[in-house]
Structure formats: structure tokens, C-alpha cells
């Protein structure tokens, strides 16, 4: 079917109980949105089919007083954009009939081949009207939407699983029960469906998980909405200017599995407009190695230096590494963000240009949260400088590097750091930006732009929460905006960091490293006994252990592409170790740190062969949704990541010896790359019929090109 946008539809018809005026509608071939004749909201209908939602505009409280948005003489209030990534933005803009001082501004995006509708809402003002609530709760509800099903599903993205030392996706099932209870949960996607047609709402926040600013309520009518919770105002802000979050709605004649594929589509293409950031490149960074070499007594930063570093570019290009990323340490200070020539006496220069012989990008290691006590930064931002409840935080050493002290996000301080970094891409060409150690609470001064002496800590500290995702986004946004080029990576390694829809609308996640740590497991005694270094972490040597850990976080994929979860493998031999490393990288998270200059000739090639052909099919495999059997650590553990064109791999792991066979969910291409140990024949749908041997622990792969 060819898709094709209505950019703007005018039709008029006669509202029941209103006088004849224009109704508006936007659309692609997928859907039609059109205002309610109830002035109340808008429609979501499902091009050819019958079936349509009615989604109400949102409710404030307004001067001590709920007011529902009913809105009348809606009109475009500007023209139609067309963004970089193909989207149309249309904006709309109504009267409250029961408040002629108060105007509902509706922002929509629609992409032309996609289900999911983002939309947005503001409030503007023509006379002095503030938001306000009880004590200690947010009074919007966002809007609501009757349910097709006694059924909906609660999909979580920030739940911190102790386990894995990880945050993972997590789905629960919620039945007739907890309507009749009117029950709510925190999201942020919720899933209702019959099996015939499927819905999905979502929101664009982060936090970690049970730590919510938004929530899904259930009604006993079996209509869900979407409800404020904490920090989206301040008490008694002016409700002039109030802007929302993004919102995203989605229905489709299906399953849940087609509306989740349909879902990573939006996600992968839609969402943001920061395309390079959904590229499948793969990364090299030295923190692997900067580990290791302080294991053994060293510094962090004993091996930052422009030789090793020159001969792990070689090294890296040679196994097919694309972004040579610079971890912690290869500043002088934070906050000012310039080369330490000690570590680099020609302050990158050679380093830069060997990777601009080889095509390769460079990536550095921030802490946007703190500048050097002696930087230049800090001078310019004292008055930003983080404070909790009239305390400031003490200087602390990052990293084997001077003091430091915290500067708030959400202040002025945020434009600065944005200019620094587009300067960066300017002097020295940086093109991926890895951020670290951003815990989501930390801030509730008086005097940044999360609230005033008027409004109490516990506000102001919600309020930075609340804002603080918004604010890196406005960050990346900016830089983007200069260097289009540019890729965050947003490292939530560790708990307490926001993660959710909110951050993929700019960039990425840096999801999990080396997998648990002694003390998730009740160990601490016995590691700080044997590891007087103090090396916390469990999954370091070669063999199939870690990655049981590391492929947990794959799960993403069915909502989630997993080439937006960059996680890092080893190179080390023997070379069934190196085959599960690679088996699981290829899998979309596309990561390589540690000891590179210690893999062999052998090795490299090995390496260079699996990862060449990779790249001739890693578009593909990015785009299809994952297909597995099995669990991580069982016999077999199966991916399949076909796309429609029959392109893409499978890939399968397993700890017992033996014979496993496998049959392909898809027809699968006619050229192939298979690594010892596979056979396969293809039935007359084009499918694969796969048999593999396991003489050890291994893994065994499969690309269909």
C-alpha cells in the first residue's frame, strides 16, 4: 500500500447541540485524527476498519478549581513542518469554553507509515491563572481512553533487576480486578488488546522504577487514562506557558506482537529526529582495559596515554571497530573538557587523524553533572551549583582527576555545557558523547529554574527530577542541531538513573557492562578479601558465564530496538569465548572493550570476518523484530532477527553437548555466512531447517545476506 499524508483535510458537518463548524482531521494510511464534536477530545480512528478511540483533552487545576479542557473553535495555528526524520508536526490551538482567558494549544506528529500518533499539549493565558494542587499530589489528568479490552498490560522499561545489575523490560498482566479496584500503575506503555485489534498509550518521562512522576489509572468503566503524580508544576505556577510531556497513542487492526514491531519501528525512525544515533556502528571503549590494568595495582589512568591509544585504533580498526570512545580520564579537569597533554602532548592530533584515515569516529567520556573547583566552568556557574536542603556538596575526585563539585542541570547551567560540546565537535571532530554518573535527584536550590524560596524542598527536589530528562534532551537537541552527526549514549549502568521513553526521543542507552557485581550477590566479605583492589565486578573472564548476564537486557527488543542498549563484549580468547562475544554483540548491542592489543593476529581476523559480515546485513538486523527461544545460560539459547527480506541471522548458543535444531519463523535469503558446526536446508516457504553440533560451550552463527 502506498503511504501518503492528508496535510490538512477540512470537511464541516453539523455538532449536535453547537453551531456548523470546521472539523479538522489529520492522518496517514494507517489513521485518521479528528477533533470530538463534543469539543472534548479527539478521535483515533483505524483506517479501513470501523474501529475508533475517543481520547479526552486533558483536565487542570486551575485557580483551586478542576477544569476539563472543553475547547471550541479549534484551529491550525501554525503551518504544517515536515522534520528532518520525515515526520509532520501539525499545531492546533482552541478556547476553554468554560474559561475565555484560557487557551489548549494541541502539538501532533505523524509519520507516514507508522500507527503511533506523538502528541503534546500548553496552556496559554490572557489573564493572570495559576496551576495549584493539594499538598504532596499533581492535579492533571492527561486525558483518557476507553479500554477494548477487560485486559491491559503493564509494559516497564526502568525496573533495576538486583540480579543482573541492570535495569530490565518487564511485562505484567492486568485483569478485570483491577479495574473494579481502580488500580493504577506506573508504565510507561500500557497494551490492551482482544487479539483482533490492539491499543497502545505511552508517555516520555523517565525514572527508575517504582519512582513515578506520571501513572495509567483504570476505571471501573474500563477507560484508562494518564494522571500527573509529582514535580510536573510547582504549586501556584502560572498556568501561562505550562507545557506537557510528549504523549504517543497507537491502535492497529492485530496482535500485540504487530503492534510491538510497528511500535520499535516508531521508535527506531520516529521518535527522534538525532538519526545517527540508530545507527548500528560499533564501538571500542578503553574503560575495559582501564579496568583491568587497575586490577593489578595500577591507576585508572596508568594506560591513558597516545601510544597505547594509537595502537589500539590500529588494533580496533583491524577487528572492524567503527567509534574509538576515550573513557574517563582524558581531560584535565571537568567542566572545561580539554585534552590532558600529559596523557596527549599534541592534545589529540594524532589520534584524530588516524582515525580520520580509517573512517572512524571519536568518542569521549562526560559527567555533564560536575565541573573542577579550579575550572573555568565552575567561575561562570557557581551560582548553579548544586544544593540539597541548604547544603552544598562537598569536591570529590573523578576519577583519578582534580575535585570536583556538582552543577545543577536544570539552570543556565545546561546551555553552557551544550556550547562546550559543540565546541568539541568543532576542535577536535567528536562525534559520540558517552554520559555517565547522572543520578536522577540531587538538586532542590532555590535559585535555578526547578522552583524558588516560595516553593518547599520537597517540591524543588521533585521538580529537578521531573525536569532533569527534559533538560539533557534540550542538551543533545542543541548539539545535534549544530552537529547533526553527533550520538548520545547515556549510561545507566548503575540504579538510580532515569530511564524511559523521554531520553530515546534524543539519543541512546549505554545499558550494562560487565553484568553483577560480588555484592549483588551477598559476596562483599569474600571479594574485598581476594581483591584487595577493590574490582567489584563477577563476569570478567572469557567464557559463556558473562554473557548469560549481559544478553538478559535483549528482552528490550520486542518494544525497544537493541541497538539503542549498547553493551560491551570481550575479545579474549579461546575462540568459543570469542564466538558467544560476538554471537551476542551482533544481536544489536554492538559493543567491544578490554584487552585488545593482547587478542592475537588470529584472533583479529576472526573478529574482522564475523564483524565484516555483520555489516553487510546489520541494517537489517536492526530493523527486524527479535524472534527467541530459550533462556540465557540453557541449551539452546536461539535469535532469530530476520527481516522481511528474508535478511538478517540466527543465532544460537548452548552449554551441553549435542545436536540442536532449529526451524526460521521467516523465509530467509539465498547467499550465507555460517561459522563451523551448521547445516541447514530451506523448506518450501523459504524458510531454514538448521542443525547444529556443540563440542563445548559455544555459540553458532548464521548470516542470511
Known amino acids: 500500500m502506498k503511504y501518503s499524508f492528508s496535510i490538512l483535510v477540512l470537511s464541516f458537518f453539523l455538532l449536535q447541540g453547537y453551531a456548523q463548524q470546521p472539523r479538522i482531521q489529520v492522518s496517514n494510511s494507517r489513521f485518521n485524527v479528528s477533533f470530538r464534536t463534543d469539543n472534548r477530545g479527539f478521535n483515533y480512528h483505524i483506517s479501513g476498519s470501523e474501529k475508533s478511540y475517543n481520547f479526552s483533552f486533558p483536565s487542570f487545576e486551575i485557580n483551586g ?76 489528568n492527561y486525558g483518557s481512553v476507553a479500554s477494548i479490552s477487560s485486559k491491559i498490560k503493564e509494559v516497564r ?18 485483569g478485570e480486578k483491577y479495574f473494579e479496584n481502580e488500580a493504577s500503575f506506573m508504565g510507561p506503555i500500557a497494551v490492551s488488546g482482544n487479539g483482533n485489534e490492539s491499543l497502545l498509550m505511552a508517555y516520555e518521562h523517565g525514572s527508575q522504577y517504582p519512582d513515578r512522576f506520571f501513572e495509567f489509572q483504570l476505571h471501573r468503566d474500563k477507560s484508562i487514562s494518564i494522571q500527573a503524580v509529582k514535580g510536573n508544576y510547582l504549586t501556584n505556577q502560572s498556568a501561562d506557558g505550562f ?143 548544586m544544593s540539597h536542603n541548604g547544603k552544598q556538596n562537598e569536591p570529590s575526585e573523578i576519577w583519578e582527576t582534580e575535585k570536583s563539585v556538582g552543577l545543577c542541570l536544570v539552570s543556565s547551567y545546561w546551555e553552557k555545557f551544550a556550547d562546550k560540546l559543540i565546541n568539541l565537535t568543532k576542535t577536535l571532530g567528536v562525534s ?33 527530577a521531573f525536569l532533569q530528562p527534559l533538560y539533557m534532551t534540550k542538551i543533545i537537541d542543541k548539539v545535534c542541531k549544530a552537529a547533526p552527526q553527533s550520538i548520545f549514549d547515556f549510561d545507566i549502568t ?57 544478553r538478559s537486557v535483549l528482552n528490550y527488543d520486542k518494544w525497544i530496538p537493541s541497538v539503542l542498549f549498547l553493551t560491551h563484549y570481550q575479545p579474549d580468547e579461546p575462540r568459543n569465548s570469542q564466538l558467544i562475544n560476538l554471537a551476542s554483540l551482533i544481536l544489536g548491542q554492538n559493543g567491544v572493550w578490554g584487552e585488545i592489543l593482547k587478542t592475537s593476529d ?38 532469530e532477527k530476520i527481516n522481511t527480506n528474508g535478511k538478517g ?6 552449554n551441553a553437548k549435542g545436536t540442536y535444531k532449529y526451524i526460521t519463523e521467516n523465509r530467509v535469503a539465498t547467499s550465507y555466512w555460517n561459522n563451523d558446526g551448521v547445516k541447514f536446508t530451506t523448506d518450501k516457504k523459504g524458510r531454514a531447517n538448521i542443525t547444529v553440533k556443540f563440542d563445548e560451550p559455544s555459540a553458532k552463527i548464521i548470516f542470511f545476506k
Open 65 to 140: 478549581k478542576q477544569l476539563p479542557a472543553v475547547v471550541k473553535d479549534i484551529k491550525a495555528s501554525a503551518a504544517v513542518t515536515v522534520l528532518s526524520n520525515g515526520v509532520s508536526q501539525y499545531q492546533f490551538q482552541g478556547g476553554f469554553i468554560n474559561e475565555p482567558a484560557l487557551q489548549l494549544q494541541i502539538i501532533f506528529q505523524v509519520s507516514p507509515d507508522n500507527p503511533v500518533v506523538r502528541f503534546q499539549y500548553a496552556l496559554k493565558t490572557t489573564k493572570p491563572l495559576l496551576l495549584t494542587k493539594e499538598i504532596g499530589k499533581d492535579n492533571i
Open 157 to 174: 522499561l526502568s525496573e533495576f533487576n538486583e540480579r543482573f545489575h541492570a535495569t530490565n523490560k518487564t511485562e505484567y498482566l492486568l
Open 243 to 385: 507545557t506537557s510531556v510528549w504523549f504517543e497513542a497507537a491502535a492497529i487492526k492485530g496482535t500485540e506482537e504487530s503492534l510491538a514491531n510497528s511500535y520499535r519501528q516508531f521508535i527506531l525512525k520516529y521518535i527522534t529526529q538525532n538519526a545517527a544515533s540508530r545507527k548500528p556502528y560499533i564501538f571500542y571503549n578503553t574503560w575495559g582495559r582501564q579496568e583491568r590494568v587497575q586490577w593489578t595495582g595500577e591507576k585508572y589512568l596508568a594506560s591513558m596515554n597516545l601510544d597505547q591509544t594509537l595502537k589500539e585504533i590500529d588494533q580496533a580498526h583491524a577487528m572492524g571497530v567503527e567509534v574509538y570512545v576515550l573513557d574517563a580520564g582524558w581531560f584535565i579537569k571537568t567542566g572545561d573538557w580539554e585534552v590532558n597533554t600529559s596523557f596527549f602532548p599534541d592534545s589529540l592530533n594524532q589520534v584524530i587523524a588516524k582515525l580520520k584515515v580509517y573512517g572512524m569516529k571519536l568518542g569521549l567520556w562526560f559527567n555533564p553533572t560536575v565541573a573542577a573547583v579550579s575550572s573555568n566552568m565552575y567561575k561562570q556557574n557557581q551560582a548553579n551549583r
Open 432 to 464: 559520540y558523547f558517552k554520559w555517565d554518573a547522572i543520578g536522577q535527584y540531587g538538586c532542590n536550590d532555590a535559585h535555578h529554574y526547578h522552583g524558588a524560596a516560595a516553593d518547599s524542598m520537597e517540591e524543588r527536589t521533585q521538580r529537578y
Open 494 to 550: 548503575e540504579d538510580g538513573r532515569c530511564v524511559g521513553l523521554q531520553f530515546l526521543s534524543a539519543g541512546k542507552y549505554f545499558i550494562i557492562n560487565n553484568g553483577p557485581y560480588y555484592h549483588n550477590y551477598d559476596l562483599a566479605p569474600l571479594w574485598k578479601s581476594v581483591l584487595p583492589n577493590g574490582n567489584a565486578n563477577i563476569f570478567v573472564q572469557p567464557g559463556p558465564a558473562r554473557g548469560w548476564f549481559v
Open 602 to 639: 588470529e584472533g583479529v581476523r576472526f573478529f574482522d570476518t564475523v564483524l565484516s559480515n555483520y555489516k553487510l546485513v546489520r541494517e537489517d538486523i536492526t530493523k527486524a523484530q527479535m524472534i527467541y527461544t530459550g533462556e540465557p545460560g540453557g541449551s539452546p539459547e536461539i535469535y
Open 649 to 654: 541471522c540466527v543465532v544460537i548458543f548452548a
